[in-house]
């Protein structure tokens, strides 16, 4: 297997980019060492992190999911047509120029970020100002001109679906603009769950503390275990079935609903080792004339959130048709809701290993 990348890194193609979360992590310090962050948390930091070019970059340049908001808006014009719209973390405007293409009678589109500048230029050169209202400011400290709208559009998942995700403020909108018989685009997601086989990386990433340039720094292994990896997975690593943990329907769903503890029972398709859990995610769009959406699976078209790699205390030795079993709790961590926190509870009676564990993971 040929070593992948750490953390959300873009493809040789895109420059070698950095991911969102590092480029957050090199805002973050870059505003601690100015001394202008006493009054800053963490949350803040995600909307300074979007005010980076890059990111918007690497997310218009990810095909899989541009194209498909794209043909969703496009081919679906009865969704769209004199209808009122919000675009609800607009960033450069791209779903809201979608949406006046289509037929809007208005889009509103509410970013956060110093993009929304950025976006109110864009929206003036491509002759859209009088379709198009850029708001920036934070949804729920923002007063629309207008009492409803008839559609939200919005791209709000992040890494693991909900690693510094907008769902919350989606939710928010909905709950205070749309119409009764409104839409919310894309309107359901689900996580999944699978095992792979990653010794190469596992003993790069995790082992390589037990022996730094001669010296024991295996006390890092534990912090190193706990932090989730963003990274994408070969399909040939794929050891096991995958599990459907979670479904949200984002038009009837609340906040609540995305703390969640989910069963899972992971099936070996072949006799090999596992060392790690890998999640990702599926949205749909099934307002559309037919059933519309993507997949961040590995099995699929690569896209920028990737997979996110769950990596094992023990090295799982599993007989085909053999089964891990357990329970995983995700919930948003207290001190910022944009982050999150796992708990994963495995157990394992094989022919060749027996075990039974509980690890943390944190994602930051």
């Known amino acids: 297997m040929g070593r992948r990348r750490k953390s959300g890194g873009a493809s040789p193609a895109e420059g070698e ?16 060492g100015s001394g202008s962050s006493d009054d800053k948390t963490s949350a803040d930091y995600y909307f ?16 899989v999911r541009t194209k498909t908001y794209q043909n969703v808006i496009y081919q679906n014009s009865f969704l769209f047509k004199d209808k009122v719209v919000l675009d609800v973390g607009a960033g450069t405007g791209i779903l809201s120029l979608f949406c006046a293409k289509s037929g809007a009678k208005h889009v509103y589109a509410i970013e956060c970020s110093q993009m929304a500048d950025m976006a109110k230029e864009i929206v003036r050169v491509n002759g859209l100002s009088n379709v198009i209202t850029v ?3 934070k949804v729920e400290e923002i007063e629309l001109p207008i009492a409803n709208v008839d559609v939200i559009i919005s791209e709000w998942m992040g890494y693991f679906l909900l690693f510094e995700n907008m769902l919350n403020t989606v939710l928010y909108a909905r709950d205070k603009w749309l119409v009764n018989d409104g839409a919310v685009l894309p309107d359901k997601a689900a996580l999944y769950l699978t095992a792979i086989e990653d010794a190469e990386y596992k003993d790069d990433k995790i082992e390589f503390w037990d022996n730094v340039y001669g010296f024991n720094m295996s006390c890092i292994k534990k912090q190193a275990m706990m932090e989730p990896l963003v990274d994408t997975v070969d399909p040939n690593q794929i050891v096991t079935n ?15 609903d995305a703390s969640f503890t989910a069963s899972f029972k992971l099936i070996a398709e072949r006799t090999d080792y596992i060392h790690a859990l890998v999640a990702y995610f599926d949205v749909s769009f099934t307002k559309c004339h037919k059933l519309m959406g993507f997949s961040t699976g590995p099995k699929s078209k690569s896209t920028h959130w990737k997979q996110t790699v769950l990596y094992l205390e023990d090295v ?12 995983m709790t995700v919930e948003p961590n207290k001190r910022n809701p944009r982050d999150v926190d796992i708990m994963l509870k495995y157990s394992f009676n094989g022919q060749h290993c027996q075990m039974s564990r509980t690890q943390h993971y944190k994602m930051r």
Do not use: N, R, W
Request: net charge negative; with cysteine.
């Open 316 to 327: 799982i030795s599993i007989c085909e048709g053999e089964a891990i079993i357990g329970s």
């Open 17 to 32: 980019e950095e991911s969102s979360q590092s480029k957050m992590e090199t805002e973050e310090e870059e505003v601690i």
């Open 48 to 63: 300074d992190s979007y005010s980076h070019f890059g990111i918007h970059e690497e997310m218009l340049k990810d095909v």
């Open 242 to 256: 995958s599990q459907l943990l979670k479904t949200m329907d984002i038009s009837k769903m609340s906040p609540g």
């Open 135 to 137: 708001l920036k400011g």
